[in-house]
């Protein structure tokens, strides 16, 4: 069965810092239950082989296990979490990241009617689905060849097509094809959330981004919102806790100070919505992931 073959390669080839020799491939193992984590999805595709993960985007809240994967058609903030882990069993996945590029050049070659056609609208940012028999397999064989460096150079990039094609031939197909296409009304929302993620800190009006992105305020706002879960303004403000949170862990005698670099003029607003998001305030919150980091790095040495 694919699966069983596929958490031996994952489990064979998982290194401390997830990454592999494959460019775009990732490895990902973890042996403990660990709390609800923000972080940016990024463009990929993750498959569980073992175990499980929640992943919430705005109020959407999404769970895969073993067989199923997971489209991230655009880089959004979210929390995760693995589920059902422990030393004797970890949670296993891999992961591949989705470049826009190879989804253009695959439906450049496709024929005619090969591709799902998009749907009216934006589909949403992330999607959850169960793995075909051949998109496992697919995995399996790129897997396999960080067993054979002889062949990875030449045969990586064929095996990383096939599975993008079945990717953009699959349940998910409409999204995915959507990564590849420069006028889909997902690459317009792409270009706003680039644009807000760039410009964080700084006020905005929804208006101003909606012509950046090439739309109409009423058609930007329907999609974004179908994309992302959120509003232009919650994913702002999703960005900008983020990046306090990441700011804290070196400078956690600065609450105020990081607030303003964020873009809160109001540190007791700053405070409100941080710990709102998080579940402690900004300074006891900074201290306890001084120890969580301390811990993790304790953890990965050899």
Do not use: C
Request: hydrophobic share 40%; proline share 8%.
């Amino acid at each position: 069965m694919p699966l069983e073959e596929l958490r031996a390669l994952l489990a064979r080839h998982v290194r401390p810092d997830w990454t592999t020799a494959i460019d775009g491939v990732l490895i990902s193992k973890v042996d403990r239950p660990d709390p609800p984590a923000p972080s940016m999805s990024g463009t990929v595709l993750a498959v569980i082989a073992q175990g499980a993960k929640r992943l919430a985007l705005g109020d959407r809240v999404y769970e895969y296990g073993p067989g199923q994967y997971l489209v991230a058609s655009v880089d959004l903030p979210v929390t995760g979490q693995f589920l059902q882990v422990g030393p004797e069993q970890p949670a296993l996945g891999f992961g591949l990241t989705l470049e826009p590029s190879a989804v253009a050049e695959l439906l450049l070659q496709a024929g005619p009617g090969d591709a799902p056609r998009a749907g009216p609208g934006a589909p949403s940012g992330i999607a959850v689905s169960d793995a075909s028999t051949a998109l496992l397999d697919a995995v399996v064989r790129l897997l396999r060849l960080l067993d054979e460096p002889r062949d990875r150079a030449v045969l990586a990039p064929l095996v990383k097509r096939e599975i993008l094609w079945r990717l953009i031939t699959g349940e998910q197909g409409a999204t995915v094809r959507q990564l590849g296409l420069a006028d889909s009304s997902l690459s317009h929302v792409s270009r706003a959330v680039r644009w807000i993620r760039e410009h964080y800190a700084e006020p905005f009006r929804v208006e101003d981004v909606a012509r950046r992105s090439g739309m109409s305020v009423s058609a930007f706002y329907r999609n974004f919102q179908a994309v992302t879960a959120m509003s232009p303004i919650q994913f702002q403000k999703q960005i900008r806790l983020q990046e306090a949170r990441l700011l804290l862990t070196t400078h956690p005698g600065d609450v105020t100070g990081v607030g303003q670099r964020v873009g809160y003029d109001n540190p007791s607003q700053f405070s409100r919505e941080y710990r709102r998001q998080f579940g402690a305030p900004p300074s006891r919150d900074a201290a306890r992931l001084r120890d969580a980091v301390r811990g993790s790095h304790a953890g990965a040495l050899p």
